[in-house]
């Protein structure tokens, strides 16, 4: 089961002016808003989604994120995610809870933290509409699906990748159905020897190739990046060696696998909610607040991803262990 990717949204407190005198209100009446962030990816067996409320009381905010039932809630909430043909209901998946232990420090409570999940077969001609009822609250959202795509160079009639100095290879694709936002990653997959320990210890390095988005969402348009074979070399000099020089001198060799290339693809809502929340170079930094949740606030979008793994020629291997500035150690 893939990692899924998850998204949290603070709100900020409403500065409520109550009279013409000096003293004012913080905080006001109590309101119940309903956050939610969920993606469908085809790719993924388990659909999760968080589900959380607005908070605003006496005292320190950022204390008060720390306490779970500042943020959860703990019954009275029913959530189900509807799978639609056309105007006709296929299926309704109600979604249970799971609480992981591994969410990393920050201002919210951790390290546990309680999610919604349904496992769900996802159909990419299908849209998924879904219906969190909180008391007498109804919070709704729809979303079609990020379709699959054909990743067609590197072509997958070869089993290696030969990338030479001074060259512009590319990365090419059809744009998927329903998808708008397409980023390219190149993972460089290896292994280590240290000092002292018999077995090899697996690491990659990921070089982003940056973000193209399509003319369209209706999908079979050329798309392509083009890389330069210079900058792979130089990228993994920097990006190999440990940042400590200590680490780095515990390793005595470096060993070769593959080259993975992933295309991450958005869909329209979800671009539309990181072209929203991307850095800004104007003068004004007060950002819109985008969602796509009625009778809410957050995200409930979709997303996809391919790739493709190609082994890497000995002509490539050769230039890798000949990198000397640092010395990479690789010896295959």
């Known amino acids: 089961m893939r990692k899924l990717w998850l998204l949290i949204l603070v709100i900020l407190p409403v500065v409520l002016v109550t009279s013409c005198h000096d003293d004012f209100d913080l905080n006001a009446s109590y309101q119940d808003i309903t956050i939610v962030y969920g993606m469908m990816d085809q790719g993924e067996d388990t659909t999760f989604l968080k589900i959380n409320k607005a908070f605003l009381g006496e005292g320190n905010v950022l204390e008060m994120a720390k306490v779970e039932d500042s943020s959860i809630y703990k019954t009275d909430l029913a959530a189900v995610i509807e799978e639609y043909n056309g105007d006709n209901l296929v299926h309704s998946f109600f979604l249970d809870t799971i609480t992981i232990d591994n969410k990393e420090d920050g201002v919210f409570y951790n390290p546990y933290q309680q999610l919604y999940f349904a496992v769900i077969p996802i159909n990419q001609e299908h849209e998924y509409k879904l219906s969190v009822q909180v008391g007498s609250k109804e919070v709704t959202s729809s979303t079609p699906v990020v379709q699959r795509f054909s990743l067609t160079k590197p072509s997958a009639g070869s089993q290696y990748i ?166 990479l150690k690789f010896v295959y």
Do not use: C
Request: no cysteine; charged share 30%; net charge negative.
């Open 162 to 327: 030969n990338i030479r100095y001074d060259t512009n290879p590319t990365v090419e694709w059809y744009s998927a159905e329903n998808g708008i936002r397409y980023e390219i990653v190149i993972r460089f997959n290896f292994k280590e020897l240290m000092l002292n320990d018999p077995d090899t210890v697996s690491r990659f390095q990921d070089w982003a190739l940056g973000t193209k988005k399509s003319k369209t969402t209706a999908g079979s348009e050329e798309m392509s990046v083009k890389y330069s074979g210079n900058a792979f070399y130089n990228w993994l000099e920097t990006t190999v060696p440990y940042d400590d020089p200590a680490k780095e001198s515990q390793v005595s060799e470096r060993f070769t696998e593959n080259l993975e290339f992933f295309i991450r693809v958005a869909a329209k809502d979800l671009n539309t909610y990181m072209e929203v929340n991307e850095p800004s170079n104007s003068i004004v930094q007060e950002k819109p607040q985008y969602t796509n949740i009625e009778n809410g606030l957050g995200l409930f979008s979709s997303r996809h991803f391919e790739s493709r793994a190609k082994r890497i020629r000995p002509e490539t291997v050769a230039r890798i262990k000949a990198l000397d500035d640092p010395d």
